[in-house]
């Protein structure tokens, strides 16, 4: 019976091999993005946010920034500066808000078009990661990973759609990209908050691609594997932390298995502007997204022989109850400050 169990998985995954490798020979090539698109990228702040800036600021963008944290914003736009990404400071625009508040992101979408006269590609690309064994993570932490990765994009759509759907009657090229993760759609261990949210943003931005194509909004559902993004050092750890930090950051600073911060915003761009509906980055992810849907079963059970790698979780006390993610807030008036924008 386990020999049989095992043919069973070892013919799946090898099908999936096969097709995953034919599909991946045959992707399409992508055009070039017009001159003056104007992008709001959410999480614009450093790692992959900065990464996309700094690639759609080379093609001519206009950028607005949003973060939460007002002095990241500021070093932001001089490291798009002294990378010759933008020209002038006015090409970007700094707004920071915090997006799980939807007045907030309502303010930002209205503020951004106040400024520029419109957006034509929406990124949600904001995110929190908890690493730790279900037995340690508090019914906190999944709140936390929902109200960032998932409502934060959903307030920011929100806010947006009636304007890019206005928009796309006049020049026809509005977009809507959702930075989703491999972990919404293949059950990551001791990632768990994380991977409910990120496939609750998967299923909202495959909804919204079918709700919004034939209406001319462009959806892409953005499914990276490891990235070499710095994330890391931000993300919350449970359990035995030390151990659960070891792995992690070993997974996420490995060249091989962790995509650099350009390419993966090079593969991002080429499928916007390709209007592409769904891609992965790392040849893994993309691996591991084919043969989640040939074979479920089999993806559920691999993840599980994964997590016996992992550590074992903490016997110490309950995770305290009264830990809270440090949040900056902002007034109405810190939101839109002249300091951060230049006339």
């Given amino acids: 019976m386990k020999r049989s ?4 998985h070892t013919a799946q995954i090898l099908t999936g091999v096969i097709a995953a490798a034919a599909a991946y020979a045959l992707k399409p090539s992508s055009p070039s993005l017009r001159p003056g698109q104007i992008v709001l990228i959410t999480g614009g702040s450093r790692g992959l946010g900065l990464g996309l800036a700094e690639r759609f600021g080379r093609s001519g963008a206009k950028l607005i920034l949003a973060a939460r944290d007002v002095e990241e914003l500021i070093a932001a736009r001089r490291t798009l500066l002294d990378r010759e990404a933008v020209q002038f400071p006015d090409d970007v625009l700094l ?12 303010m930002l979408i209205d503020h951004a078009i106040s400024h520029f006269g419109r957006i034509d590609i929406l990124i949600n690309n904001a995110g929190i990661i908890e690493v730790g064994p279900v037995e340690n993570q508090p019914l906190d932490a999944y709140r ?10 959903l307030h920011t759509t929100h806010a947006a759609l009636p304007h890019l759907l206005r928009r796309n009657h006049i ?3 509005a ?3 959702n930075i989703a993760s491999i972990g919404g759609k293949v059950p990551v261990p001791h990632l768990l908050p994380y991977v409910a949210s990120k496939f609750a943003l998967v299923g909202f931005s495959e909804g919204l691609h079918a709700e919004l194509r034939h209406k001319g909004v462009r959806v892409t559902t953005v499914c990276p594997g490891l990235m070499r993004t710095g994330g890391e050092a931000h993300a919350d750890f449970t359990g035995q932390a030390k ?8 997974a996420a600073q490995t060249p091989i298995l962790a995509a650099s911060v350009r390419r993966a915003a090079d593969k991002i761009y080429n499928a916007v502007v390709a209007g592409r509906a769904e891609i992965t980055i790392t040849p893994q992810a993309w691996l591991a997204a084919r043969i989640a849907g040939l074979a479920p079963e089999t993806t559920q059970y691999l993840a599980s022989l994964a997590n016996q790698l992992l550590p074992a979780p903490s016997t110490s006390d309950q995770i305290n109850p009264d830990f809270t993610v440090k949040v900056s807030t902002y007034t109405t008036d810190a939101l ?3 300091e951060l924008n230049p006339e």
């Fill in 5 to 8: 169990r095992a043919a069973l």
């Fill in 95 to 106: 707004i920071p808000a915090d997006l799980t508040d939807p007045t907030q992101a309502g």
């Fill in 175 to 177: 977009a809507i990209v």
């Fill in 171 to 173: 020049h026809g090229d």
């Fill in 243 to 250: 151990k659960e930090q070891r792995w992690f950051t070993l």
């Fill in 336 to 338: 839109f400050g002249q």
């Fill in 144 to 153: 936390r990973a929902m109200a960032t990765n998932f409502f934060a994009a």
